[in-house]
Structures are given as C-alpha cells and as structure tokens.
Nanobody
C-alpha cells in the first residue's frame, strides 16, 4: 500500500503564490508519472500538471507560465509552485502517483487526500 501526503494549501490573494508538496511512502519501486489535479465545486476533476521521473512536464493550458511542477525522486516528492494565482484557481488540489512496487507489474494509481487552495481578496 502507498500513502500520499499533501501540504501547502491555504488562502491567498489574487496575484499571490503558494507551493504545494506531496510525498509518497510505502512499498515503492518506481513512480511514473507524478502529478497534480484539481476539482472546483460543481466541476469535474481536471489535470493541472504532470512530471515524469526523467523530468518531462505537461501542463494544462490554463496554468502554463504561472505554475511549475518539479519532483525529488530521492524523496518520492512532487511540488507545485503556483504563481500569479487567480480566483479561478480556487479548488481542492489532489496529488496523483502511478506506482510500481516491483519492475514486473503495471503501475497502480494513488491519490492524496486533497488540499484546499482558495484565491480571494
């Protein structure tokens, strides 16, 4: 079993910044990719950004140029630096990790518990 623990959410004014962190623990051989998703009230969960173990990144168009995803493979941790935040970025942010517990199995997806990000004046 794998656990994902997130931190870093909160309330910020428009134009401000926040940094989210997510650390995976448990039976882990490899994680590829890791990523962040978000879900606003009344909306479906959507991709924010993903990053492979080799550092290849993918972003939603709505956050390109404002958000930066990074990871520390030695710590099984993924980060999301969010700058120039807008009210429409308000959502619960979820960490996702596709985990192999051995080299001979397919990856299994795990989710964090979610962390609230609220952008409001």
């Amino acid at each position: 079993q794998v656990q994902l623990v997130e931190s870093g959410g909160g309330l910020v004014q428009p134009g401000g910044s926040l940094r989210l962190s997510c650390t995976a623990s448990g039976r882990i051989f490899s994680i590829n990719p890791m990523g962040w998703y978000r879900q606003a009230p009344g909306k479906e969960r959507e991709l924010v950004a993903t990053i492979t173990s080799g550092g290849r990144t993918n972003y939603a168009d709505s956050v390109k140029g404002r958000f930066t995803i990074s990871r520390d493979n030695t710590q099984n941790t993924v980060y999301l630096q969010m700058n120039i935040l807008k009210p429409e970025d308000t959502a619960v942010y979820y960490c996702n990790a596709e985990v192999r517990d051995s080299p001979w199995v397919s990856p299994v997806g795990y989710w964090g518990q979610g962390t609230q990000v609220t952008v409001s004046s």
